[in-house]
């Protein structure tokens, strides 16, 4: 049963930084690509980022291109995204997906974690 575990999230000022991460379990977390999507208030799912199952592939919602950057660690199956440069406007719950492909990543984003909060104010 694939279960996956955000966390880190938190309240920052706009401008700062923020890491999150995924725990991932039940699967071969080596093998498959993984997504970010969040959720803002009031919102449906926006995706993020996906990233290839060796790391180095991965793309961005043009929201977040040169700010966020999606990381992984298969030793740790560990998902990571870090976020900088934060805006009022990227406030909204975090949530990693296993979408089945890497090509499907901006479209599927089940399984899904329970996310994480992230709240970026003043």
């Known amino acids: 049963q694939v279960q996956l575990v955000e966390s880190g999230g938190g309240l920052v000022q706009p401008g700062g930084s923020l890491k999150l991460s995924c725990e991932a379990s039940g699967f071969t977390f080596g093998n498959s690509a993984m997504s970010w999507v969040r959720q803002a208030p009031g919102k449906g799912l926006e995706w993020v980022s996906t990233?290839?199952?060796?790391?180095?592939?991965?793309e961005y919602a043009d929201s977040v291109k040169g700010r966020f950057t999606t990381s992984r660690d298969n030793g740790k199956n560990t998902l990571y995204l870090q976020m900088n440069s934060l805006k009022p406007e990227d406030t909204a719950v975090y949530f990693c997906a296993k979408p089945p492909t890497y090509a499907t990543g901006r479209k599927i984003y089940a399984p899904r974690g329970q996310g994480t909060q992230v709240t970026v104010s003043s």
């Open positions: 990233i290839g199952s060796a790391g180095y592939s991965s």
